[in-house]
C-alpha cells in the first residue's frame, strides 16, 4: 500500500515496487493522476487497486485503512503523502490555517494510519511501514516552520512506535530525504548535485526497508549537516538557517501533494 502515490516519490515508489504476484493498493487525491500511475504498475505486471483520499480527513483515512487491511493484509505500506509550504517574505508568520493542513496531512493522520495498521501487523506478527519524511526535519527553517515542524513530528513518532512495535515482528523505517528532482521539489533552491530522481530514491527507500534499516537520510551531505546543526552555537546556527530563505518562493506547483513535497 503507499499514499501519495499520484505523483512525484509516491508514484516513483509504486512503479518501483510493481511486478508480477504483487498487488498494489495506491492512495492519492487526484483519481485521473492515480489512474495514469496504477496503468504503469499494470503493465509491469501488478495487481492494482486504487482509493481517491484526502489525508486532511484523519477519520476517514484510518477507518478506511483498517477496511484495507481487514480485507487482506497489508504486508508493507508506504505512507508518502505530503505537504509542502515556503513562507513568503510578506508573511511574518505562517498563516495558521496552512499550519493545521501541514499537520494534518504530514504528521497526524500518517501517524494515525502507521499506529492503526503497526497494531494489526503485530497481531500477526509481522509487517513492514515505511514513513517518508525529510531531511528538513532536522533543522529549524523560519521559512517552512510548519513544514520542519510537522516532518519533525514525524521522525519522532517513527522512531517511538519502531521501539514499541519491533518485540512484535513489526519494521518501522523512516526515510529523510533531501531535495527530489519533482515539480514541487524544484521550487525548492537546491544545488542540482543535492537533487536526486525520483526512481533513484524509491530504489534506495526499498532497499533500505528490505534490509531491515530504521532510519535513511539520503543524499548523504544531510546527515552530515544534522551533526553539524548540532554542534553550532545558537546564534551562528540561527543566522545561517535565516540566511537560506528564498528571495521570491516561487509558486507552488499542482503537485506540491501526494508524493511530491520537496524532501
Known amino acids: 500500500m503507499i499514499t501519495g502515490a499520484s ?13 508480477p504476484d504483487c498487488l498494489l493498493i495506491l492512495w492519492a487525491r487526484d ?13 509491469a505486471g501488478a495487481a492494482v487497486e486504487i482509493r481517491s483520499l484526502d489525508l ?15 480485507a487482506g493484509a497489508i504486508d508493507i ?3 508518502a503523502a505530503g505537504l509542502g509550504d515556503i513562507q513568503s517574505m510578506a508573511e511574518r508568520a505562517e498563516d495558521p490555517a496552512r499550519v493545521v493542513s501541514l499537520g494534518l496531512v504530514n504528521f497526524v493522520t500518517p501517524s494515525a494510519m502507521a499506529a492503526a495498521l503497526a497494531g ?13 519524511g525529510s531531511a528538513a526535519a532536522f533543522h529549524a527553517l523560519p521559512f517552512a516552520a510548519a513544514y520542519a515542524g510537522s516532518k519533525a513530528g514525524l521522525a519522532r513518532f517513527a522512531q517511538a512506535l519502531r521501539i514499541g512495535v519491533a518485540p512484535h515482528g513489526v519494521q ?20 542540482a548535485w543535492l537533487t536526486m530522481q525520483p526512481a533513484d530514491v524509491a530504489a534506495r527507500i526499498a532497499r533500505a526497508s528490505a ?6 537520510t539520503l543524499p548523504w551531505p544531510f546527515a552530515l549537516l544534522r551533526v553539524i546543526d548540532r554542534l553550532l552555537p545558537d546564534r551562528l546556527r540561527n543566522a545561517l538557517l535565516a540566511g537560506l530563505r528564498p528571495a521570491s518562493p516561487p509558486a507552488q ?4 501533494r501526494d508524493g511530491a513535497g520537496p524532501g
Open 7 to 19: 505523483s512525484g516519490l509516491g508514484a516513483a515508489l509504486a512503479r518501483h515496487y510493481a511486478g
Open 172 to 191: 518501522i523505517m523512516l526515510a529523510s530525504p533531501g531535495p527530489i528532482d519533482t515539480p514541487a521539489g524544484r521550487a525548492v533552491p537546491a544545488p
Open 56 to 70: 486532511v480527513d484523519s477519520a476517514a483515512a484510518i477507518a478506511t485503512i483498517n477496511e484495507e487491511d481487514a
Open 31 to 43: 483519481p485521473a493522476r492515480l489512474e495514469a500511475v496504477a496503468a504503469d504498475c499494470r503493465r
Open 211 to 216: 534490509q531491515g534499516r530504521f532510519h535513511l
Open 120 to 132: 494489526r501487523m503485530a497481531a500477526r506478527g509481522q509487517g513492514r511501514i515505511i514513513l517518508i
Open 253 to 256: 506547483p499542482a503537485g506540491w
Open 77 to 79: 505500506a508506504v505512507l
